[in-house]
C-alpha cells in the first residue's frame, strides 16, 4: 500500500540542521589525532556503527566512529551525575565485575597454595 502525500505535506526546504554542529573533536585519548577539529561532512550509520566523515589533512575523505568523537551521544548517568562523576554507569559496572574476579582469583591462588602446603605437611 502506497503513502499518498496531501496537497500540504510536501517536503520542508528549511534547513533542519541550524542546530547540529559543523565541527567535531577527537575525543578518544589513544587516538593519534586526539584533540584535532574537523568539518563534518556526513554522519551516518555504517555497517551498524555510527560514523563521522571528514577530510583529512591530506584532502581525503575518511571516517571514523563518533563514539570516538565529541559527537558521541551523552552517557544518562554522567547527564543525571551533572558533573560529579568521571565514569559512565556501564564503566562502573565493568570495573566492578573486574574487581570481583581479582578477589575470586586471589581467593584461589591462596586456596591452592594451602592445600598445596597441607599435602606438603608444611606449616
Keep these: 500500500m502506497a503513502f499518498l ?7 520542508s526546504t528549511t534547513d533542519d540542521t ?11 585519548p589513544f587516538h593519534p589525532l586526539y584533540k584535532n577539529i574537523y568539518e563534518i ?12 566523515s571528514y577530510y583529512d589533512s591530506n584532502k581525503r575523505l575518511t571516517s571514523m566512529p563518533t563514539a570516538w568523537t565529541s559527537l558521541r551521544p551523552k552517557d544518562p548517568y554522567c547527564i543525571l ?35 598445596y602446603l597441607n599435602k606438603q605437611n608444611v606449616k
Design 41 to 52: 561532512v556526513t554522519v551516518k550509520e555504517i555497517w551498524g556503527t555510527s560514523r563521522v
Design 5 to 11: 502525500r496531501g496537497p500540504y505535506s510536501r517536503l
Design 18 to 28: 541550524l542546530d547540529q554542529p559543523k565541527t567535531f573533536e577527537v575525543t578518544h
Design 81 to 115: 551525575a551533572a558533573g560529579r562523576c568521571d565514569f559512565s554507569y556501564n564503566d562502573l559496572l565493568k570495573l566492578a565485575k573486574l574487581i570481583e574476579q581479582i578477589k575470586q582469583n586471589k581467593s584461589n591462588k591462596k586456596n591452592n597454595i594451602e592445600q
